[in-house]
């Protein structure tokens, strides 16, 4: 099993026929995912060759899902556009959007996180500026390297690409059921909540790995509510021990005020709630390993 992506998802690209859509189509397709087609108005009715497959191009969201059945768009398309590609998928009720973007003003996220609420949170929306998520062996939605690691019993949700990667890799000879990068900006879509409330209903996941970073409250939030409903084993790294106060650090959410969104002040929310919080991935992934040994 797995959450939100599976071997049988439909899976639209936004901004296919730009570089960036272009080589990362061609490593989703590597990995196995069922990509139905891409999204460009300037191109509605060509077609692009993947290595032997053909991925046929559509003038909008709607039309793709009318065509194909598509059920996931994964948009690549650049921050002055983003919004606006949004808002599309909404107005199509395509279930899952997973919006690869980074740089998005924060404005244009929360216009279009407001939205989708309005519209009844048809839409699912992971990110802006995520790495995606992947359920391998199945199917990958994003960048996520689709080599570095395999199926297996353990959950991962993380604020920060580069450490799903890393977090995957250490825990590789286990696997995971699924992996979902939710990104770190100020105002994103599927949040830590989301993903542990998704991996606590999966019969597939035996243990969850949580991975936050400063900034914000999101983690404390987090921790609330694993203390109030999540009965697996959760494991968890807050990026940022020895970040200065007052200084954006990598993304724009992760930023220290005083005490405020402080990794130590996270680490010792998360353990109040029984999570074992370690200080380095490494540490985190050994701990995961003893639970799961145990």
């Known amino acids: ?48 060759d993947f290595d032997g497959t053909e991925v046929p191009v559509f003038g909008s969201v709607k039309e793709a899902m009318e065509k194909t059945g598509a059920d996931v768009s994964v948009l690549f398309v650049p921050p002055a556009f983003a919004k606006a590609a949004v808002v599309e998928a909404i107005d199509a009720e395509i279930p899952l959007a997973v919006v690869i973007t980074e740089g998005i003003a924060v404005h244009d996220s929360a ?41 297996g019993r353990i959950g991962l949700v993380s604020k920060s ?16 059921s699924s992996a979902v990068g939710i990104g770190g900006d100020p105002v994103i879509g599927t ?19 949580m991975i936050g970073e400063i900034g914000g409250d999101a983690e404390e939030r987090a921790a609330d509510y694993i203390k109030a409903n999540v009965t697996k ?7 940022g021990f020895t970040a200065p106060e007052g200084k954006t650090m990598g993304h724009a959410g992760a930023i220290v005020s005083g005490s405020s969104g402080t990794a130590q002040a ?29």
């Not at 949040?191 to 790995?209: G, M, N, Q, S, W």
């Open 1 to 48: 099993m797995a959450i939100f992506l599976t071997k049988d998802s439909k899976v639209i690209v936004q901004g296919m026929t730009g570089a960036t859509g272009m080589k990362h189509t061609k490593l989703m397709l590597a990995d196995g995912t069922n990509i139905v087609g891409g999204v460009n108005p300037r191109k509605a009715g060509t077609s692009v």
């Open 111 to 151: 216009a279009f996180w407001a939205y989708a609420n309005a519209k009844g949170n048809k839409t699912r929306i992971i990110g802006p500026n995520c790495p995606g998520l992947i359920t391998p062996g199945q199917s990958n939605a994003g960048i996520i390297p689709g080599d570095i690691t395999k199926p």
């Open 191 to 209: 949040t830590h909540i989301d993903a542990l409330a998704a991996f606590e209903a999966d019969p597939d996941t035996d243990l969850i790995v």
């Open 161 to 176: 690409g580069t450490l799903t990667y890393q977090m995957m890799y250490e825990l590789r000879d286990i696997g995971f």
């Open 266 to 294: 996270k680490k010792e929310a998360l353990e109040a709630a029984g999570v074992k919080v370690g200080k380095t991935p490494t540490e985190t992934a050994k701990l995961a390993r003893a639970i799961l040994g145990s």
């Open 233 to 239: 084993p959760v494991v968890g790294y807050v990026a």
